[in-house]
Nanobody, 120 residues
Framework: QVQLVESGGGLVQPGGSLRLSCAASGTFVSIHIMGWYRQAPGGQRELVATVGSVGNPFYAHHVEGRFTISRDNAKNTVALQMNSLKPEDTAVYYC??????????????WGQGTQVTVSS
């Protein structure tokens, strides 16, 4: 089993910053792609950013230039630094990872989610 645990969510004012973190634990060989998704109230879950095993990032259009994704392969963690936050960034943010587990299987896992609220 593999577990992804997010932390760092909270309430911030527009223009503020927040840093999310996700740690992977359990039985696995390595992690392929790690990423962050978000789901606003009444909305669909959407991609925020992903980062490959060599550290190459990809960002959704609405967050590029404001958010930065990074990972630490030694610690099996991924972080999302969010700057210049807007009210429309309000959502539950989910960590996601494609994980190689024993038996040569690549499985996808989700974290439990962490709430980010941007409001005055």
């Amino acid at each position: 089993q593999v577990q992804l645990v997010e932390s760092g969510g909270g309430l911030v004012q527009p223009g503020g910053s927040l840093r999310l973190s996700c740690a992977a634990s359990g039985t696995f060989v390595s992690i392929h792609i790690m990423g962050w998704y978000r789901q606003a109230p009444g909305g669909q879950r959407e991609l925020v950013a992903t980062v490959g095993s060599v550290g190459n990032p990809f960002y959704a259009h609405h967050v590029e230039g404001r958010f930065t994704i990074s990972r630490d392969n030694a610690k099996n963690t991924v972080a999302l630094q969010m700057n210049s936050l807007k009210p429309e960034d309000t959502a539950v943010y989910y960590c996601n990872a494609d994980v190689w587990i024993p038996g040569m299987r690549l499985l996808n896992y989700w974290g439990q989610g962490t709430q980010v609220t941007v409001s005055s």
